[in-house]
């Protein structure tokens, strides 16, 4: 049902790279609605981490119409989180075409809802390709402890995969993987 509702923009950002854009979900209500509705299936932590700006669309919602979620962790690109000094956590990431960085802020995760001595997190995100945004940022994360709590990633959540990148089995190793949409052969 949902690939009918993506688009593909060959050789963009960079020749080799098959773009795959989820914003037409924001031009079809039905689509967008059971797309909320199977992402809040999907994710079973208290709390999501998503990065932006596509993450943020589909993860927002969720606090209006879940029960189980209640926090949102926003993950954004240099000089878009203000934050006070030793707030801030920058993280590298490395892309299938190129290295970047992304950063999220301690206080947000003292906002999260903790379970005992746990803070537990979705990482949500709009495509899993190799999945070194998703790594980099889990890596963080797991390492953080806020009020003597410590951060755990519960799952990954995304909206499309692609199965040929292998995104899959490099985050396996720190969760399980849940996708709305696998599109086989697309690199």
Same mark, same amino acid.
Request: hydrophobic content about 45%.
């Given at each position: ?11 963009? =950002? ?19 609605? @059971? ?10 932590? =208290? ?49 299938? *075409? /190129?290295?970047?960085?992304?950063? *999220? ?33 889990? @890596? ?7 009020? /003597? ?35 086989? /052969?697309?690199?």
């Amino acid at each position: 049902m949902f690939e009918n509702v993506i688009k593909h923009y060959p050789d963009f =950002p960079k020749p080799g790279i098959d773009f795959i854009d989820v914003l037409p979900f924001l031009q079809d209500k039905e689509a967008f609605r @059971q797309a909320i509705a199977e992402i809040d299936r999907l994710c079973t932590a =208290p709390n999501i981490a998503t990065v932006e700006a596509r993450g943020f669309l589909f993860t927002a919602p969720l606090l209006a119409v879940s029960e189980k979620v209640q926090t949102v962790v926003p993950i954004r690109k240099k000089g878009k989180l203000p934050h006070a000094e030793g707030d801030l956590v920058k993280v590298l990431i490395e892309k299938e *075409y /190129g290295s970047d960085e992304v950063f *999220y802020r301690r206080s947000d995760l003292a906002a999260c809802a903790a379970s005992g001595d746990c803070i537990e997190l979705t990482l949500l995100d709009d495509l899993l390709a190799t999945g070194g945004t998703a790594m980099g940022i889990a @890596q963080a994360l797991a390492g953080e402890v806020i009020g /003597g709590r410590k951060v755990r990633i519960k799952e990954f959540v995304f909206l499309v995969e692609l199965p040929a990148l292998q995104g899959r089995k490099v985050l396996e190793r720190i969760a399980p993987v849940r996708s709305l949409l696998s599109l086989e /052969g697309v690199e």
